[in-house]
């Protein structure tokens, strides 16, 4: 779950044949996705229900000039210990976390991550964004259509 909702989650597409620099908010649900992967790779549908499910057409577009694509690390991976090299560029220092992770964990004791949906969605919701925002949690949709911030392809 993200920050707004405990029932949307971001989804990142890359790929040479996905539309450039674009935020498509079109509504969609795993089994859209799990649609479109099986249309990708050509394979059979697992049911009638990602059989009948409208494939994400819209994040695609077929006639793309070029495209390239270089994963790179969070600078924010470098206060771990995690063995990744390259993480940052020469004079870059890492960013430092909001919080250590000993506050995380104190704030996190006692939830129960071992499975999807055991988690209090709303309280965690609230607690991530107390922890990593400097406003007040909002007690009520805006309305604002954020599709106008988003940049143009």
Do not use: C
């Not at 009638?48 to 409208?54: E, K, P, Q, T």
């Not at 070029?66 to 969070?74: H, L, R, V």
């Not at 104190?106 to 709303?122: H, N, Y």
């Amino acid at each position: 779950p993200d920050h707004v909702d405990a029932h949307r989650s971001p989804l990142y597409i890359v790929g040479p044949y996905v539309k450039h620099a674009a935020v498509v908010s079109d509504y969609y649900t795993t089994v859209n996705m799990l649609r479109t992967i099986e249309d990708v790779l050509g394979i059979d549908h697992l049911s009638i229900f990602d059989a009948n499910a409208r494939p994400m057409t819209d994040v695609f577009d077929l006639d793309q000039p070029s495209w390239s694509f270089k994963a790179e690390p969070s600078p924010l991976l470098a206060n771990t210990r995690l063995p990744i090299p390259g993480i940052l560029k020469p004079g870059e220092t890492a960013p430092q976390p909001s919080h250590p992770a000993a506050y995380w964990a104190k704030l996190t004791q006692g939830m129960d991550f071992s499975s999807e949906d055991r988690v209090d969605a709303v309280g965690f919701n609230r607690m991530v964004w107390e922890g990593l925002m400097a406003t007040p949690y909002p007690e009520e949709r805006s309305g604002a259509d954020l599709r106008a911030a988003a940049p143009k392809p």
